[in-house]
């Protein structure tokens, strides 16, 4: 399996990474690099095997869906905000 | 002095909190002129907790200067992963560990260096200035707790430091440092408050001068907490006898050298052990490693794009132009390459052959560690294949190559073990690390062996 150039656009664009052609030239060598290191994987039979999400066992936990107030502390890193609400870019 | 006796001097009056926290600022400022080993002296926090401890002298950790690794968040300081993408962010929360310091009367001194967002076995991928080896300047500290190991090796005044590994970001620096580390069970420490690099995989731990030190500590800031829903809520093994130790076999194929620096330690502490193969781990931890921590990495880093924390850029530009261009800014190098190799292991049609098959191949690794905790206690391999690398060295890796060195560190961490890692001595004046492994919540027999070694 290989990253070509249109795979490795696709996916810097769902990443929200923008890469110029220097970039582009560099990263195709050194993904393809470290892929063939993860390609090593395909040696491993793993047949009915399951998966570890977690490295040991762990239970859910739930809380009360409890509101608590911190409007203005959750507001004190930004700079674009206005009336106690976070401003983004302009979605339309 | 040592740390305990220390605390001991504070708690019945006879040494100064103030004063010592006084004298260890001015070290850093020094120190850290040639090595920068601090993203942030909190020099204003660090008094305020020392003048109260002075007043009341209480609690296990009683005056003790603690530093943090810039990855954990203290309240009102700017806590930034060494990122410039989280440059000015404050938290408004302290973490569970950091509270739990302070409330046994420890004193954060401040924010230590690390590769942006643990991204990195050398400590050469952080946005600030490079942290430097304390035994040879032209050497780097390892990584990612690069700040942490190296000024835990230089100080001369009581001071622990809280570290975290992913993949082997204490045992690393610890190892090329020449200083004593503690990686616990996955989940044995809350993890609130730690910004994320691979939620399955990050471990708060801590490093030390000596056992005693990582074991006063992990006292402290161990066990269950609410706030983080992986949090374990199972004690300890109590039993920390440690009758049966297997030396890793395919471990010792490196570098000769470095090789005999630890069997010559084993040998000297009269510690017996069998030669025990463990090929899964060996062979496949690297690949399912990487892919888990990278996949894992690209949706952590997600939510940094410009809004709610970190840095912010015009708000006129188009709406997807607006998070790619922050993005694209702040992040460096190391942290796209990962964003983009995440990314791409997790996507529709090769997550399947990627991520899912590098969680299976995870299962495959953990129980062939359980079989051979049921014939030994602990089990034992050198902490890297290298000692301390030059920077003109580090330069000319690729990233493949950059990723092979931590081939010693990535098991453990990948299946959730915890390990210790300890001085075994040097190979060319710089530093060899000595790793133990554990079973699962087995921190008491690494302890034990630690404590056995004498440091």
């Given at each position: 399996m290989k990253i070509d150039k249109k795979i490795l656009q696709s996916v810097a664009n769902n990443a929200r990474i923008k890469l110029n052609k220097k970039e582009e030239e560099e990263l195709l060598v050194q993904l393809n690099d470290v892929l063939s290191i993860f390609s090593k994987l395909n040696e491993v039979n793993t047949d009915?095997?399951?998966?570890?999400?977690?490295?040991?066992?762990?239970?859910?936990?739930?809380?009360?869906?409890?509101?608590?107030?911190?409007?203005?502390?959750?507001?004190?890193?930004?700079?674009?905000?206005?009336?106690?609400?976070?401003?983004?870019?302009?979605?339309l | 002095m040592n740390n305990k006796e220390y605390i001991d001097n504070v708690k019945s009056g006879k040494t100064s909190a103030v004063k010592t926290v006084k004298s260890i600022l001015s070290e850093i400022k020094k120190i850290n002129k040639d090595y920068n080993y601090f993203n942030n002296v909190t020099e204003n926090l660090a008094l305020e907790l020392a003048e109260k401890v002075d007043k009341n002298p209480k609690g296990k950790l009683t005056g003790l200067p603690i530093s943090i690794k810039d990855d954990i968040c203290v309240k009102g300081v700017e806590t930034t992963c060494s990122?410039?993408?989280?440059?000015?962010?404050?938290?408004?929360?302290?973490?569970?560990?950091?509270?739990?310091?302070?409330?046994?009367?420890?004193?954060?001194?401040?924010?230590?260096?690390?590769?942006?967002?643990?991204?990195?076995?050398?400590?050469?991928?952080?946005?600030?200035?490079?942290?430097?080896?304390p035994r040879d300047k032209s050497r780097v500290t390892g990584g990612s707790s690069g700040g942490a190991a190296g000024f835990t090796a230089l100080t001369e005044f009581p001071h622990v430091?809280?570290?975290?590994?992913?993949?082997?970001?204490?045992?690393?620096?610890?190892?090329?440092?020449?200083?004593?580390?503690?990686?616990?069970?996955?989940?044995?420490?809350?993890?609130?408050?730690?910004?994320?690099?691979?939620?399955?995989?990050?471990?708060?731990?801590?490093?030390?001068?000596?056992?005693?030190?990582?074991?006063?500590?992990?006292?402290?800031?161990?066990?269950?907490?609410?706030?983080?829903?992986?949090?374990?809520?199972?004690?300890?093994?109590?039993?920390?006898?440690v009758k049966k130790i297997g030396l890793i076999k395919e471990t010792l194929d490196i570098d000769p050298k470095i090789r005999d620096v630890v069997l010559k330690k084993l040998d000297e502490l009269n510690?017996?052990?069998?030669?025990?193969?463990?090929?899964?781990?060996?062979?496949?931890?690297?690949?399912?490693?990487?892919?888990?921590?990278?996949?894992?990495?690209?949706?952590?880093?997600?939510?940094?794009?410009?809004?709610?924390?970190?840095?912010?850029?015009?708000?006129?530009?188009?709406?997807n132009e607006y998070f790619s261009d922050v993005r694209t800014k702040y992040f460096n190098k190391e942290s796209k390459r990962r964003i983009i190799l995440g990314t791409f292991t997790r996507m529709a049609g090769y997550r399947d052959?990627?991520?899912?098959?590098?969680?299976?191949?995870?299962?495959?690794?953990?129980?062939?560690?359980?079989?051979?905790?049921?014939?030994?206690?602990?089990?034992?391999?050198?902490?890297?294949?290298?000692?301390?690398?030059?920077?003109?060295?580090?330069?000319?890796?690729?990233?493949?190559?950059?990723?092979?060195?931590?081939?010693?560190t990535v098991a453990p961490n990948l299946a959730g073990l915890p390990h210790l890692s300890l001085d075994a001595g040097t190979c060319n004046k710089m530093p060899v690390g000595i790793m133990f492994t554990g079973n699962h919540l087995d921190e008491t027999k690494l302890i034990n062996v630690g404590k056995k070694y004498g440091i």
């Open positions: 009915n095997v399951e998966s570890s999400f977690q490295p040991i066992e762990v239970k859910n936990v739930f809380r009360e869906d409890k509101v608590e107030s911190c409007k203005e502390d959750v507001l004190s890193n930004v700079k674009n905000k206005e009336n106690n609400y976070f401003k983004g870019p302009k979605a | 990122s410039n993408i989280l440059r000015g962010y404050k938290p408004i929360f302290n973490a569970t560990v950091v509270k739990r310091l302070i409330d046994e009367g420890a004193v954060i001194i401040g924010k230590t260096n690390q590769d942006a967002f643990g991204f990195g076995s050398f400590n050469t991928n952080t946005d600030y200035e490079i942290p430097k080896n430091a809280i570290g975290e590994s992913t993949g082997g970001s204490i045992a690393a620096p610890c190892s090329f440092c020449g200083v004593q580390g503690l990686t616990p069970t996955y989940g044995a420490v809350s993890r609130y408050g730690l910004i994320d690099y691979s939620n399955s995989l990050d471990k708060i731990g801590v490093i030390g001068k000596t056992v005693n030190d990582l074991d006063l500590v992990f006292d402290v800031i161990r066990g269950h907490d609410s706030k983080d829903s992986t949090s374990l809520n199972k004690s300890f093994n109590k039993d920390g006898n510690i017996k052990y069998e030669k025990i193969s463990l090929p899964l781990v060996s062979k496949y931890s690297l690949a399912a490693y990487y892919i888990i921590a990278m996949s894992e990495a690209s949706t952590n880093l997600n939510k940094y794009c410009g809004m709610r924390y970190g840095q912010e850029e015009n708000l006129n530009l188009p709406y052959a990627f991520y899912l098959k590098a969680m299976k191949v995870r299962t495959l690794i953990i129980e062939e560690y359980k079989k051979a905790f049921s014939k030994y206690d602990l089990l034992v391999s050198p902490a890297m294949p290298i000692i301390a690398p030059k920077f003109s060295e580090v330069n000319k890796l690729s990233p493949a190559e950059n990723y092979m060195m931590d081939i010693m």
